[in-house]
């Protein structure tokens, strides 16, 4: 009995929302016609505005990584990280339908060179694809994915000007 209350400590009912994260541990409701529950914590991210709608998400820890990069992230959005080196995804979301422009897209990658472990560099490759081409291989430890259709952008580590 003292187990059961102990693994139910950390359930939440999901009554019309989709959790951040997962265990992928869903348990049988109680009753017919009951919600399912899952278990669901937190994802913590940095957001940045880049103007024009334009907003960059960058994950603070592997799971954030994993969950902004696979769950948040839509199709067309893209997805940035340093490449060769630990650091954040990014992921740059903005209006539905609209295309970044150049200076937009290099502004996010200079976010995901600026959260990695190549902050103190020069100009960092920083690995650029849409997010429909990022997933993770199976088995893999959290936040580690594979890439395909992926383009290589030269950038220096900034964060974006704050809006005045």
């Known amino acids: 009995m003292a187990q059961l209350g102990a693994r139910l400590n950390g359930i939440q009912e999901v009554r019309g929302s989709i959790p ?5 541990s869903f348990e049988p409701a109680p009753s017919e016609g009951a919600p399912l ?3 669901t914590e937190d994802v913590r991210l940095w957001r940045y505005e ?3 709608g334009w907003v960059a998400l ?3 820890t592997d799971e954030d990584n994993e969950v902004l ?3 948040l992230a839509r ?3 893209w997805w940035f990280h340093v490449h060769g080196c630990p650091g954040s995804h990014v992921v740059l979301q903005g209006p539905e339908g609209e295309e970044a422009d150049r200076a937009t897209i290099k502004l996010a990658a200079s976010v995901a060179a600026y959260h990695s472990k190549a902050r103190a560099a020069g100009i960092v490759p920083v690995s650029c694809t849409r997010a429909q081409n990022v997933s993770k291989p199976r088995g893999a430890k959290a936040g ?6 992926e383009t290589t952008l ?4 900034a964060l974006p000007e704050p809006a005045a």
Not at 20 to 24: E, F
Not at 144 to 149: E, F, G, H, N, P
């Open 50 to 52: 880049l103007g024009g």
């Open 75 to 77: 199709a067309n959005d």
């Open 69 to 71: 990069s696979l769950r």
């Open 58 to 60: 960058a994950g603070k």
């Open 37 to 39: 529950v899952m278990r």
């Open 20 to 24: 951040l994260r997962s265990t992928n």
């Open 154 to 157: 030269k950038v220096r580590p």
């Open 144 to 149: 580690t994915v594979q890439i395909r259709k």
